[in-house]
């Protein structure tokens, strides 16, 4: 009898450990699918160059969607990126001139100015008790009425030099390839560090956390604080392909920016997620868009296609919350 008992341990730890990690091995299998396609249809999928191509064209919904999964994480959600986002390249825009020394100033006060935003987002939450949703979406309108006096249409300009940057190699990689690296080890350090440790669990359980003495006003400030900046710096990177600043935007990178990250696996209850399935999130939103050009058929079944695999994650997710309720009970 103990013999079988030990010798189902193992195989109960091993459904245990897939179920918990259901959707992020979902979204592996939905990626992989995709680029499978993609690459019956199109040559030179894979290689440097498509990596290169494809993350370049990802990468400012990979940085909207690392601050989004912090949020996430903590258990809130945060829709003022948008209206940052469309803030920042009209500033961008109007402002940055032509010398380096002026685009390194408005870079760093757009930057600051992120991150300002996401830290009065926090406190707002915190100090009055107010639900996230409610709170961000308030901040995207004001934001994105400022941007809209500052720049009423599309228009501005930046710095020849400025444009490219994605392009940029070094060592056979794009410049935003070394930026996707160096997100990555951001996170791994982050997540050990106490901070992030501290995000992940006020995100599990809020009172467990607040009785062990931690300050959810400084988790939620530091949180939303670090949402802004990614969204600043989203907004600036996006103006490297653009070359010109939008007051709307920043629209277009609210919901998928939360889709990247459930479809990565991040819960949409807090405690729960991965930078690594949130950039394979993003890299199937972007793909699907490709798929959708190659196959020839109609641009409005992209967002039916990502509604599904959207659909498919949350499931996923789902099944995950179940069996970790199962576990814990």
Known sequence: MAMAETGDAPRKG??????????????????????????????GVFTLDELNLNTTAAMTLMLAATGQTIVLLRGGIDLSIGGMISLGTVIVATRFGDSAGSVILWSGLVLLLGIAVGVANGLLISIFRLQP?????????????????????????????WLGFGYL???????????????????AWFMAARPGITIKATGSNEKSAF????????????????????????ALYLTTQTGAGSPTIGRDYILPSVAAAVIGGTSLFGGRGHLAGTIIGAYILTLIGNLVFILRVSSYWQPVASGVILLIAVLASAIAEKAARKQAA
């Open 14 to 43: 091993l459904r245990n450990g897939l179920l918990d990690n259901a959707p992020f091995l979902v979204a592996c299998a939905m990626l992989t699918l995709i680029v499978v396609i993609y690459g019956t249809r199109q040559t």
């Open 133 to 161: 949703f409610l709170v961000t979406l308030a901040t995207w309108s004001i934001l994105n009425g400022v941007a809209m006096i500052i720049l009423p249409s599309d228009g501005g300009r930046v710095p020849g030099w």
């Open 169 to 187: 190699q070094f060592l056979g990689l794009s410049s935003t390839v070394w930026m996707l690296i160096a997100l990555l080890i951001f996170w």
């Open 211 to 234: 009785l062990s003495g931690v300050s959810i006003l400084r988790v939620n400030a530091l949180t939303y604080g670090l949402s802004g900046f990614f969204a600043a710096a989203a």
